[in-house]
């Protein structure tokens, strides 16, 4: 472990709390949760379009054949950003409209993405793209899907393809977006995408989406002439334990393992963990679909790392069933799930801004890579009143987790920009449109767009750079979660 040492001009005075210069701020969203148009220009079917199908996979039946119809009313929607002052946003690229059959190039599925780059530059904003946030075209999933190989190496083919078109206009690029969900909830427990239950396809498929980034990052630098910053996104998980024993220690290293460290140790160079391939032995998936110079392939170069951070989660040892759930990730053994403790998000998901500043301090700790929290917020059950939203508990979610990354930048982490989820409403997954996540509220039926209390609030932060102490107050009794503490829970992780 290298200690942080950075320093860092993060600074605090009575009017609030000031980030660095040149500092990022900005948006995020993905293809299918808010395009629509699934069908237009030739766009092929995506595991998505097809998983939605099933009978009792999404909420309400609900699917992103409109979503928030930005494919069409994308002008509009660039617009409202610049209206908010966001300096940056990050999107995603559809493959099946890139490449309808994981193949075939479309040029009229590419024209899209030029048109929305263009959008954003004339309006002075920054685009950051994720070349994959979950969409796999489905004739890939059919030819075997992420357990397949292939497809990594049909991802390298997409990823120069794309760089073609947009590369003289885009510098920022993320190869996978949370290659845990798409590995382990497409493939392992089947909540997502395509829905599939089978251990071993889940840990073959976090091989290949791993893969898949090394080769993608290998082909944006082949393809790049000019300024590039790859990364990889990440949703690390923040592991909090109730005790200092033995039992409790083995849970967390056990879910630290599947959930953190066998997706950041080999992108830094490190191989996979020791101790979860001895973990995982038994379902004979991983080792064995590891190839000579995979290692190095994942290990390429990049700029930065994103981490998506919604809340920490609790674990335990198995114990009496009560309220536990059984720690689901692949090959996984003896761990339960404990209830989050209040307050929670509309989700149900724990609030707690204090384990976002403990886990950028602990990447801090593994790598002197730049970091961008490339997603956080809340889904809160939003009123409209006239023309408003008065969203005071996203507004104030959104205000504890900015400062918690103010605390971290002063404690030396280096973190180079924060990007909210969502800009709007949108159709969250299996949770369909029952989640709002926006900074600016969707209403479904019309298309409306209104801003939020909170959207209002985030204009505000990233037009000034500074988070107003009207907003969060800087003293705010921060320390860091030591490794255990009997009375508070401990324990983050990643090595
Ligand atoms: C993340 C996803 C994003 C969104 C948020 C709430 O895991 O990357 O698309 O659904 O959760």
Not at 409 to 427: E, I, K, T
Request: glycine share 10%.
């Amino acid at each position: 472990m290298t200690a942080v040492t950075r320093s860092s001009s993060a600074s605090t005075s009575p009017q609030g709390l000031t980030f660095p210069t040149g500092f990022r701020w900005g948006a995020a969203t993905a293809a299918y949760q808010i395009e629509g148009s699934t069908t237009v220009d030739g766009r092929g079917p995506s595991i998505w379009d097809t998983f939605v199908t099933q009978p009792g996979a999404i909420a309400g039946g609900h699917t992103g054949e409109q979503a928030c119809d930005h494919f069409r009313r994308y002008p509009d929607d660039v617009r409202l950003m610049a209206e908010l002052g966001l300096p940056c946003y990050r999107f995603s690229i559809a493959w099946p409209r890139v490449q309808p059959d994981g193949r075939t190039t479309s040029s009229a599925g590419l024209a899209f993405y030029d048109r929305l780059v263009d959008q954003l530059l004339d309006h002075g904003i920054e685009p950051i793209a994720t070349l994959y946030h979950w969409d796999l075209p489905q004739a890939l999933e059919d030819a075997g899907g992420w357990p397949a190989r292939d497809t990594a190496l049909r991802f390298a083919d997409y990823a120069q393809t794309v760089h073609q078109v947009l590369g003289d206009r885009v510098v920022d690029w993320t190869t996978v977006n949370e290659p845990f969900c798409s590995a382990y909830f497409g493939y392992g427990t089947g909540i997502h995408a395509p829905g599939i239950r089978d251990e071993a396809a889940a840990l073959r498929a976090a091989h290949h989406l791993l893969l898949a980034h090394g080769l993608g990052t290998r082909a944006l630098r082949a393809a790049a002439s000019g300024d590039l910053r790859v990364g990889i996104v990440f949703n690390f998980g923040s592991i909090l334990i109730a005790r200092d024993e033995p039992e409790y220690r083995e849970a967390a290293r056990k879910v630290d393992g599947l959930q953190n460290r066998l997706f950041l140790d080999p992108v830094l160079g490190a191989g996979y963990p020791q101790d979860v391939l001895d973990d995982i032995a038994h379902l004979e998936a991983l080792e064995p679909a590891i190839r000579s110079d995979d290692l190095d392939v994942i290990a390429a170069p990049i700029d930065q790392i994103g981490i998506n951070f919604y809340g920490p989660s609790r674990y335990a040892p198995t114990g009496d069933p009560g309220e536990r759930g059984t720690c689901d990730m692949p090959g996984v053994r003896g761990v339960d799930t404990l209830p989050p403790q209040g307050p929670l998000t509309g989700f149900g998901w724990e609030q707690d801004s204090d384990s976002l500043t403990d886990l950028l301090l602990a990447v801090s700790e593994r790598t002197d890579l730049p970091l961008v929290v490339a997603e956080n917020g809340a889904a809160f059950a939003d009123e409209v009143s006239g023309d408003r939203v008065h969203d005071a508990e996203r507004t104030r979610y959104l205000a504890e987790h900015i400062r918690a990354v103010h605390r971290a930048l002063q404690r030396g982490a280096d973190v180079r920009g924060y990007l909210v989820w969502s800009l709007m409403d949108n159709f969250e997954w299996a949770m369909g449109f029952t989640q709002r996540f926006g900074i600016v509220h969707v209403d479904f039926a019309t298309q409306r767009r209104r801003i939020k209390d909170s959207g209002l609030m985030f204009s505000e932060v990233a037009r000034s750079n500074m988070l107003p102490a009207s907003v969060a107050s800087p003293d705010d009794g921060y320390r860091r979660r030591p490794l255990v503490d009997p009375d508070r829970w401990g324990l983050i992780a990643l090595g």
